[in-house]
């Protein structure tokens, strides 16, 4: 290295370096950019192109356009020979009307003139007769004769030119003048989804005006076993409204409601008018039910959804039990045992849960489950009802006890304050997931025996109803599921406070659509969902509003489902495999295990952990206990849970009347001597239309029974209570 080598390096590198500041732009191969610019431009413009035809803008429309061709191509000769057929017919109603003077003679007629223009009628008649005659004469001279110069092609020739001319004559759809039928053939929906038919049906069912259309965002397809399509309504016209009247829609469209699904599009590439039609070819839920999916499974995961059945496009759908709970109500002998007993069975499956199973219908539905349940509870006498009230208050309980472990824990084991897989599978800490699954629920909530709870007086089943609205509110976060299932789905069965932290609802069958709406949630009819339009027939088919997410590919308020089938002797397969699962863990514990002893329990903690505001400490659906004077007594007994602060505003006198059998105007005389004035209040119909009725607010109802429940604590009965 030189000597001025050596000097501008060490100058360099003792000075002070200013920084430099460089602009620059990164350039990429300019072929390269301009070849995929030009690809993307061409295919946007070719997707976007009203000149394009459909078919070629995809695969599938291809497919689709494919399938329509050679539908198209096999139907031509039935329709060309059927249509051809309907215009010879209108040709010789038509010549029958010409030759016989028709017009001329419904002028006389109209005229009253007939008499005097008869011969003049029967003249014309006999002219145009000699007319047709030497028509038919002469023209079949010229086909004899063009027969004999060029042989039988003429022949084909005019035949086919008087079967082109016959099928275009008769092209027209029955209906139109001159072939209107005396009676019109029924509606059926076309062989194909023309975008027409579409059209007139949202037209007919008055979701769009006449003058709107709709914009087809996916062409029909045939997907499985119905006709699929997305439709774009016009602007301000919303998919809400589509879902809420897909039984007009469905009438429309000549199909059963149980054949058409009309779902929101949401999401991404979805928008607030944006709908999805998938339309059955037959009814989707007349088939035999589908095998319940777990049957084959050697074990399963309770954190993972839960095979439940499959919806009308034959899609699983999975229910998720860990962080919600369940309620199933159905009318008898519709499949409400069955539907309860799937959810049941993979927690079964999972030897790390822990169960408690009452059966309030007391027969061998759930008798298995005996084999793999901590509690187990199986009859209707009181004794079975106090015993379900002792567990219950003993998972409260533990409820209470898991906060505190919880609170205990370090940040890494329990990030969100909320159970996870490792703590519920961790032996030391003792918290798995617990399910409470109770059939016939009806028969422990609606126990009328008299006791006392924290010094107020109550039922037993308003105590059971606050333990598990308990359970419901605050045990999902640390691993309580509460599954529940009645024939009785009525406010009175299952009172608000319960029903409002239910997550997930399944309807089977019920009577009316109040029923389906105390199951599935307040107004689902109005939104479209009403069980009691479900058919006798379809066993095992109800309608599930989740509370979780749904896995297939599409988000929906509620679906109507065919749950999975699984008899007797599967379901017993079922509990022996968790049987053994948790002998070979060592999970097996309680009922299950041999050990049914009462664990202490400090009563006070859990009455404090109940809250003020339930029935077990004065809530408003404990108060049928009190004696109450008629009509009252009556009254609150008939609105029960109704009466609870926020569910109901106002009952009409009517209802009332009705209901009670009452004579109105003795009703209403004895009403006010206890306070309650009648108001009149605008009211909404099923119909959706608001009037102004007579009736009474719940408010002065409830201020009705304080005062009596008040002047019953003034002076005590004797032997109800405790006299401390």
Wanted: hydrophobic share 40%.
């Amino acid at each position: 290295m030189s000597e001025q080598d050596r000097s501008l390096r060490t100058t360099t590198t003792s000075a002070e370096i200013e920084p430099h500041v460089f602009e620059g732009e990164l350039v990429e191969d300019a072929s390269g950019i301009s070849a995929s610019r030009l690809w993307r431009q061409f295919v946007n413009r070719w997707q976007r192109s009203s000149r394009v035809p459909a078919a070629l803008k995809s695969r599938q429309a291809a497919k689709q356009a494919v399938q329509d061709a050679t539908a198209f191509a096999l139907r031509a000769p039935w329709r060309f020979t059927t249509t051809a057929g309907r215009g010879l017919l209108a040709a010789v109603r038509g010549w029958r009307r010409w030759v016989r003077v028709h017009d001329y003679r419904e002028a006389a007629e109209h005229s009253e003139k007939l008499a005097d223009k008869f011969t003049e009628i029967r003249a014309l008649t006999l002219f145009r007769w000699k007319v047709t005659v030497a028509v038919t004469i002469t023209a079949a001279v010229l086909v004899a004769v063009a027969d004999l110069v060029y042989g039988s092609a003429a022949l084909w020739i005019t035949g086919s030119c008087c079967a082109v001319a016959l099928a275009f004559l008769g092209r027209r759809k029955d209906g139109s003048p001159g072939r209107k039928p005396s009676l019109s053939g029924p509606r059926t929906l076309a062989w194909t989804m023309d975008p027409q038919l579409l059209v007139d049906a949202f037209r007919d069912a008055k979701l769009i005006g006449k003058d709107e259309s709709l914009r087809l965002v996916e062409r029909a397809a045939h997907d499985g076993a119905g006709w699929a399509v997305t439709v774009d309504l016009p602007a301000t016209r919303k998919a809400a409204d589509a879902i809420k009247n897909r039984e007009a829609l469905a009438s429309a469209l000549a199909v059963d409601e149980m054949q058409l699904i009309v779902e929101r599009v949401r999401g991404r590439g979805g928008h607030a008018g944006r709908v999805f039609l998938w339309i059955a070819d037959e009814d989707p839920y007349s088939g035999p039910p589908v095998r319940f999916p777990l049957l084959d499974a050697k074990r399963w995961d309770a954190w993972r959804p839960i095979p439940f059945g499959q919806d009308a496009r034959n899609r699983r759908i999975d229910l998720q039990l860990v962080w919600t709970s369940l309620v199933v109500g159905a009318i008898p002998r519709q499949g409400k045992t069955f539907a309860a007993r799937l959810p049941a069975a993979g927690l079964i499956l999972d030897p790390y849960t822990r169960l408690y199973v009452f059966d309030g219908k007391g027969g061998k539905d759930w008798e298995a489950a005996g084999a793999v349940a901590h509690r187990f509870v199986c009859g209707d006498e009181l004794e079975h009802v106090e015993t379900v009230r002792d567990r219950l208050v003993e998972l409260v309980a533990e409820v209470q006890s898991r906060f505190t472990k919880m609170s205990a824990l370090d940040d890494a084991v329990c990030p969100e304050s909320k159970i996870t897989p490792g703590i519920s599978r961790d032996p030391e800490l003792g918290m798995p997931i617990t399910a409470v699954i109770i059939d016939e629920v009806q028969v422990y909530l609606e126990n009328t025996t008299r006791q006392d709870v924290g010094g107020k007086k109550t039922t037993l089943g308003a105590y059971i109803t606050d333990l598990l609205a308990y359970l419901a509110r605050k045990g999902p976060a640390v691993g309580i599921v509460v599954v529940l299932a009645t024939q009785r789905p009525d406010s009175n069965t299952i009172p608000p406070r319960l029903r409002a932290v239910l997550g997930s609802r399944f309807a089977l069958r019920v009577m009316d659509w109040r029923d389906s709406n105390i199951v599935l949630g307040e107004q689902m009819n109005t939104r479209g969902y009403d069980a009691s339009g479900l058919l006798p027939r379809h066993k095992g088919v109800g309608i599930l509003r989740p509370d979780s997410e749904s896995d297939t590919g599409s988000e929906f308020l509620a679906v109507t489902v065919q749950t999975y089938y699984m008899d007797n002797a599967e379901w017993r397969s079922i509990c022996t495999r968790g049987r053994a699962l948790r002998e070979t863990a060592g999970t097996l514990s309680g009922h299950a295990a041999g050990d049914d002893s009462l664990q202490t329990v400090d009563q006070s903690s859990v009455v404090q952990a109940l809250g003020s505001d339930t029935g077990a400490t004065g809530g408003w659906s404990g108060r049928e206990s009190l004696e109450l004077t008629e009509p009252l007594a009556s009254v609150v007994n008939y609105l029960g849970g109704d009466l609870d602060p926020g569910v109901r505003e106002f009952v009409p006198t009517a209802e009332l009347t009705e209901t009670l059998d009452a004579e109105p105007s003795t009703f209403a005389q004895r009403m006010g001597e206890l306070g309650c004035r009648p108001v009149r209040h605008r009211v909404q119909n099923e119909d959706g239309d608001t009037r102004r009725v007579r009736g009474y607010l719940t408010a002065e109802i409830r201020a009705a029974v304080e005062r009596a429940a008040n002047d019953e604590i003034s002076s005590p009965d004797d032997g109800d209570s405790d006299p401390s």
